[in-house]
């Protein structure tokens, strides 16, 4: 089993949001150090707080609803802490302190970068953005091509929304880095490294495990 694909591969279902939450924080946490906040505590009381042992070896949970179990290596069912977390905190759909397998609209998603940066979901010490709607007309490279290499200019991740037609679903990419008119790609459902074209990634569809797809609609930090 390897730590990093159940760390940043989504431990259940619907938890795309989250993983894409998680990285997105990480890269600007990396970007500006002082943004410091940890879920490991030495007696972990509260939402989403756990032990180092837990930090590293994932929560042992009996909620198997939407596990992941390609990721599951020991008959004990885990779950990696910062997902756990962003989902128990963040979560607009049930209750704080829900850690199952639930999907995160866009202020979810808002919240879960905030939470992951700050440990408080309504931080104004940083903003997040939402720029396009999953159902746009306009691709969002037209629309907001400025914004997009702005933010990539500044080596900062962004959470692509992505409305897969095949299956008549969204699910949450991140947006690693921008290039001229060449899109990194990284697919929380799998791992996935996907290289596309701007015009791939924002209009006509890129191709991934989970089928043909179209960036509409993302979440960056401003």
């Not at 701007?198 to 509409?216: D, M, N, V, Y």
Request: hydrophobic content about 35%; charged content about 25%; overall charge neutral.
């Amino acid at each position: 089993m390897e730590t990093d694909k159940f760390k940043y591969i989504q431990n259940r279902k619907h938890w795309c949001w989250a993983v894409a939450c998680k990285m997105v924080g990480e890269q600007y946490k990396r970007l500006h150090p002082e943004f410091d906040f940890t879920i490991v505590r030495v007696r972990p009381e509260g939402y989403g707080y756990v032990t180092a042992s837990e930090y590293k070896n994932g929560v042992v949970t009996d909620n198997i609803d939407g596990i992941n179990w390609k990721l599951q290596w020991t008959y004990k069912v885990r779950v990696d802490a910062w997902q756990r977390a962003i989902v128990m905190n963040a979560n607009t759909g049930r209750y704080i302190g829900y850690d199952g397998d639930i999907g995160g609209d866009d202020e979810a998603k808002t919240r879960g970068i905030k939470y992951y940066l700050t440990g408080d979901i309504h931080s104004d010490r940083v903003e997040v953005e939402t720029l396009g709607f999953y159902d746009d007309t306009v691709s969002l490279w037209e629309r907001y091509r400025n914004q997009l290499i702005e933010s990539a200019s500044r080596q900062e991740y962004i959470i692509g929304n992505a409305v897969l037609h095949d299956k008549n679903e969204c699910h949450s990419f991140v947006i690693l880095c921008m290039e001229g008119e060449k899109v990194m790609l990284y697919n929380t459902a799998d791992g996935e490294i996907l290289y596309c074209s701007a015009k791939e990634t924002f209009s006509c569809g890129f191709k991934s495990r989970l089928g043909i797809g179209i960036i509409k609609w993302v979440q960056r930090i401003v």
